[in-house]
């Protein structure tokens, strides 16, 4: 079973341009995650979807951040524009339900 | 009181040895608890599960769970040098709300 597809695997920006992050979930995972690591701390739930719905985007900075998932399977996660504050690991996870999550490979965005 | 808090570390301990790893919870209808290693630079991997009171042991990894006293915590035995890796502690609350919440992690550190 293939596992989460996530890319650009690195990303390098400067402050005030725009950037998007891809993500596939594994296959039949109807639950679709993006996360933002920053280093020393563990993951912060940006946005969770349920199929094509978005379930909980309380934590998202929806001045400067969007996702959508628009036929249930991938999704894109972008920022515009840019802060330098935004430099972080970008992961995406997936789920068949609301329990075991897995993790795709993550995007390293530094915004200079 | 953070909602998933974990001991910072770093911890070192001999090859060989027993590594005891502790995380405490405040949201007490939390239901679901999951351990996850992160190597550096890599993305967080799910290792243990456990969603009920008592120890659930897989190979050399054993999780503990105390409802009541808000507590869960992985056992290394016979920890190897590349069990050296951060390890993070996630919560999950059931229901609408569902989000999974992650502790800052600890990073483990294996001496040969």
């Known amino acids: 079973e293939a596992g989460v597809a996530q890319s650009p695997r690195y990303k390098i920006i400067e402050k005030r341009q725009s950037v998007a992050f891809w993500c596939n979930p594994i296959s039949g995972h109807a639950t679709l995650y993006w996360y933002q690591q920053i280093l020393g701390q563990g993951p912060k739930l940006l946005i969770q979807?349920?199929?094509?719905?978005?379930?909980?985007d309380s934590q998202l900075p929806k001045d400067r951040f969007s996702a959508e998932r628009l036929k249930g399977v991938d999704s894109t996660l972008k920022i515009q524009p840019a802060k330098l504050e935004d430099s972080a690991v970008y992961l995406c996870a997936s789920s068949r339900g609301n329990n075991e999550q897995f993790f795709g490979p993550g995007t390293r965005l530094t915004v200079l | 009181q953070k909602e998933v808090e974990q001991n910072s570390g770093p911890l070192s301990v001999p090859e060989g040895a027993i590594a005891s790893l502790n995380c405490t919870y405040s949201?007490?209808?939390?239901?679901?608890f999951f351990w996850y290693r992160q190597y550096s630079g890599k993305s967080p991997e799910l290792i243990m599960s456990i969603y009920s009171n008592g120890d659930k042991e897989d190979g050399r990894f054993t999780a503990q769970l105390n409802k009541a006293s808000q507590y869960v915590s992985l056992l290394i035995r016979d920890s190897q040098p590349s069990d050296s890796a951060t390890y993070l502690c996630a919560v999950n609350r059931e229901g609408a709300n569902s989000k999974l919440t992650f502790g800052k992690g600890i990073t483990l550190s294996v001496r040969p």
């Open positions: 979807f349920q199929n094509n719905g978005v379930v909980d």
């Open positions: 949201d007490r209808v939390s239901q679901s």
